[in-house]
């Protein structure tokens, strides 16, 4: 799977642990930045892996901050981007089985590291349910 990858400073920790498990599981990961632990403005790094995402260069996105909040909400203002905001496997597999979420959200401050690994993997593997949650998706894009 093609997955782009964005953070701010503090999430840049966990997305350098994301970019090194999913590579080794055969995901192709392109990183849109930060590079660093210094302080940096979110939607400088969470727009261009929006708006990949919602141009079809890649499949999946992943945003990351502290809270994953901001990160969230910055995403979600790109056309075509269902982006959820996720603390535990069972949050990122509802975020797909319902809602067809095309980009995940996680908070560094909000999240343990042993869990990291298992909320990811848990949103990528999920499939959409489809059936009643499509109309309401179709509401959504619409009102977009």
């Given at each position: ?16 642990k994301?970019?090194?498990?999913l ?13 660093s632990?210094?302080s ?7 727009f ?11 499949e999946?996105?992943?945003?990351l ?8 909400i ?51 593997e999920?499939?959409?349910?489809g ?14």
């Amino acid at each position: 799977m093609k997955i782009a990858i964005g953070t701010d400073h503090a999430g840049y920790r966990y997305k350098e642990k994301i970019k090194g498990f999913l590579t080794e599981a055969g995901h192709e990961v392109q990183d849109f930045g930060t590079f660093s632990d210094e302080s940096c403005d979110y939607p400088d790094f969470i727009f261009p892996v929006a708006k990949a995402v919602a141009a079809g260069d890649f499949e999946r996105g992943i945003v990351l901050g502290g809270s994953g909040n901001g990160e969230a909400i910055a995403a979600n203002k790109v056309k075509g981007i269902r982006c959820a905001v996720c603390w535990n496997t069972l949050s990122a597999e509802m975020a797909r089985r319902h809602n067809d979420a095309n980009v995940l959200s996680l908070g560094e401050r909000m999240i343990y590291e042993d869990q990291l690994e298992a909320i990811v993997t848990t949103w990528l593997e999920t499939p959409f349910d489809g059936g009643r949650h499509e109309r309401r998706i179709q509401k959504i894009e619409a009102s977009s």
